[in-house]
């Protein structure tokens, strides 16, 4: 069985994870899409794109440190490049696509395995002709609020109606829930896979045990991760102890930015890291957390859970999307109403008591000794693969 797995830089974390199962059960060849834009996305970290290459090795365009970490996970696969799309135009991107195609037939898998739903991904839809079954994973069967636009929309109506669909791969039971209700006329069957810690960072961890410093907001700027509620709530933490430090580091999503006016209320409490976070930088600040937050208004399932997990961090999360899936209320984090700022503060007020997010912190150091992606979703892959 020969699979070609197609992602994109947005999900290498995961992708790293699907990569190490998937090539202990099939021959695989994998394609990283990669464009200006998103040469610093995730855990990746490029610094320029070549100008004249469509597919490059990843050792090529990766610093060697990088390359180095993620070798492991690449170990055993038959192919691994990148897929550069370089400069917008529609010329540039019918070349890409003609060349992709080319590629492809040389491969010419069984399976298509399709990570990355973005604008540029329609281009793939001659090559997906040439393959036996497309298999596509949905990461957002519904955007997130204020997360919506044509292109999206688009990318979607393309792909998830597309007759050569055998499967779709679903990322939590709360995500398979909403595909089903939102596309009912989609008759192909669905196969539910089960995040788990993202282990990649781990070897960002600095050498001996970090002090616990800061409450952590993490990971992209945007409207319905509901950074409004976290900011009404915090000063309230503050009151009662107001040593305490909430950090909230990420790059914005359209210009979206904490409200400054809290933030200026506590220039000794709030630090504010509006800008890529390199993978050094994030797991320093993680490992030094006394408890992430997620105080989201709407989610699917969570890279952000996934990677503070990875850590032994604890997360404080509202009770929408596949939380409550992967959250053991008040031993691996805390549960709390969506929107409701009091019983957030009351949350990282319960965390803070007596270091509870120690207690919290130990649970996930035993838990985790038993999980493994491999066990939690190789089954479930063979079975989108072969039936």
């Known amino acids: 069985m020969k699979v070609l797995y197609y992602t994109s830089t947005a999900f290498m974390d995961v992708s790293l994870e ?11 060849h994998v394609l990283i899409e990669l464009t200006p834009g998103s040469k610093k996305e995730n855990i990746i970290n490029i610094e320029t794109l070549p100008e004249d290459q469509v597919f490059v090795p990843v050792q090529q365009l990766l610093k060697p440190q990088d390359y180095a970490m993620m070798q492991p996970y690449f170990d055993g696969v038959a192919s691994i490049s990148f897929i550069v799309h370089g400069k917008k135009s529609a010329v540039t991107s019918l070349a890409t696509s003609i060349k992709a195609f080319q590629y492809i037939r040389k491969i010419s898998p069984d399976i298509f395995h399709l990570e990355a739903l973005q604008i540029r991904s329609v281009g793939l839809l001659p090559s997906i002709l040439l393959v036996k079954k497309l298999l596509i994973a949905v990461h957002d069967p519904v955007p997130h609020t204020g997360e919506t636009g044509w292109k999206i929309n688009l990318t979607r109506s393309s792909f998830h109606r597309f007759p050569k669909a055998k499967g779709y791969l679903l990322y939590s039971a709360f995500a398979k829930k909403q595909f089903d209700l939102h596309h009912p006329q989609l008759t192909s069957p669905r196969y539910l896979l089960q995040l788990q810690p993202y282990t990649y960072y781990r070897n960002y961890l600095p050498p001996g045990r970090q002090e616990r410093k800061h409450i952590l907001f993490f990971g992209r700027l945007s409207p319905y991760k509901g950074i409004d509620v976290l900011l009404e709530a915090i000063p309230q933490v503050f009151r009662q102890l107001p040593e305490e430090e909430l950090v909230i580091a990420g790059k914005s999503f359209e210009g979206y930015v904490p409200d400054p006016e809290v933030v200026s209320k506590y220039p000794n409490n709030i630090r504010v890291l509006n800008r890529y976070i390199s993978n050094e930088e994030l797991v320093l600040l993680i490992s030094q957390a006394k408890f992430v937050v997620c105080p989201y208004k709407d989610a699917t399932q969570s890279g952000v859970l996934m ?23 008040n031993r691996s984090g805390i549960l709390v109403p969506v929107g409701d700022a009091t019983k957030l503060a009351e949350a990282m007020l319960q965390a803070l008591d007596g270091d509870f997010y120690k207690e919290m912190e130990r ?17 479930a892959l063979l079975q989108a693969y072969t039936l």
């Open 18 to 28: 699907i990569i190490k199962v998937v090539k202990t059960i099939a021959e695989l």
């Open 307 to 329: 990677t503070a997990y990875a850590l032994q961090t604890p997360v404080i999360a509202t009770d929408v999307g596949a939380f409550p899936e992967t959250i053991v209320n």
């Open 363 to 379: 649970y996930l150091l035993q838990t985790q000794e038993n999980i493994s992606w491999a066990t939690a979703n190789k089954e």
